[in-house]
């Protein structure tokens, strides 16, 4: 294949040797998070990632080339350069082809996480079924590369803005399980639960681990969601976040916003009505998924089997 894309020296030594790997995508820097939030936030991330004892590797596509392994030059280029197209699986081909600048959103992140050959990757919600969706069919195209790409995503759910309900049964549907990590409702993003409950449950990053191994072998295609409830310090309570995500619908409708712009307004009108207690939650949950993500990576680098007792462990989440 001659694919144009460069993998860092840090990551291909990594790789090399067999060190765990955590991918990070670059559309919350460019689309997700204002300036200097954006950067700050995934500098942490990669600092958390290398305590647990994995290599972080930020990706982006650089005048048409798949880049893996940022360096903070570019990082800092992603986070404020307005010509960053906030690239997904419909036109990251596109992107090489005009030599683009792009930042990569879950489904774009997945698909050069697995040729550069990555299983496990950090974001803050993936996009999932909007509400309204019945009359505009937004649904994002991370659940379709869900359904493809080999990879654990860590997030903190999908982003609370869309319709939970529609996002599990749509995961469902693709064969994606949607794992809650460590507690029976499936989070909801900027508060600990979105008041529904998640299809399954898991306690710990080796079980994690273990399930994505088990799904590779029996040659089931695709990845997992691990859904990781934002930390309790920055929790936002249910009933207050739904009031603003309402108010910026609404603005949203007025304004008639469309396409990929929809989820970068809403998260940023949420910001301004919440009076930046959104962002600092939203802050908060990428880099407690980022530390979750790397105690996955370094499970699934251990070459322990599924035990018996850990199948019990696990259970389905449905009583
Ligand atoms: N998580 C965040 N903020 C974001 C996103 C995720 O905390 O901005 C981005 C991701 O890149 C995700 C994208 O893939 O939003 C989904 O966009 P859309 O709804 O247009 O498919
Ligand atoms: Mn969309």
Not at 89 to 110: E, K, N, P, Y
Not at 245 to 250: E, F, G, M, P, S
Request: neutral net charge; aromatic residues 6%.
């Amino acid at each position: 294949m001659n694919l144009p894309l460069d993998i860092s020296s840090g990551v291909a030594a990594a790789r090399e040797e067999g060190k765990p790997i955590v991918a990070l995508e670059t559309a919350i820097v460019s689309h997700g998070l204002p300036y200097p939030d954006n950067v700050e936030t995934v500098l942490a991330s990669e600092e958390e990632i290398k305590r647990i004892g994995a290599l972080a590797a930020s990706i982006a596509v650089i005048e048409g080339r798949i880049r893996v392994g940022l360096d903070t030059v570019e990082l800092e280029r992603m986070a404020t350069s307005k010509n960053v197209v906030k690239l997904s699986r419909s036109d990251i081909s596109l992107a090489l082809a005009g030599r683009w600048t792009g930042s990569t959103t879950v489904s774009a992140t997945m698909i050069c996480s697995r040729l550069a050959g990555i299983q496990v990757f950090a974001t803050g919600g993936i996009g999932g079924v909007h509400r309204g969706a019945e009359i505009s069919f937004d649904v994002s195209a991370d659940l379709i590369e869900l359904a493809n790409s080999p990879v654990v995503v860590v997030a903190s759910g999908a982003k609370a803005i869309l319709d939970i309900p529609k996002t599990l049964e749509f995961l469902e549907t693709l064969g994606v399980p949607a794992i809650a990590f460590g507690q029976n409702y499936f989070p909801g993003f900027w508060s600990k639960s979105s008041g529904y409950r998640a299809p399954y449950r898991f306690d710990s990053p080796a079980d994690i681990a273990n399930s994505f191994r088990l799904r590779r072998d029996l040659g089931i295609r695709g990845g997992i969601l691990v859904a990781n409830p934002v930390p309790a310090e920055n929790a936002l309570p249910l009933t207050e976040i739904n009031q603003w995500i309402d108010r910026a619908l609404q603005d949203l409708d007025a304004r008639q916003i469309r396409g990929k712009s929809v989820t970068p307004f809403l998260l940023e009108r949420i910001a301004e009505l919440s009076d930046g207690r959104s962002l600092k939650a939203n802050k908060d949950l990428i880099k407690s998924n980022a530390s979750l993500a790397a105690q996955i990576a370094i499970n699934l680098n251990q070459t322990n089997v599924a035990s018996p007792a850990s199948a019990f462990r696990s259970r389905r989440n449905s009583a």
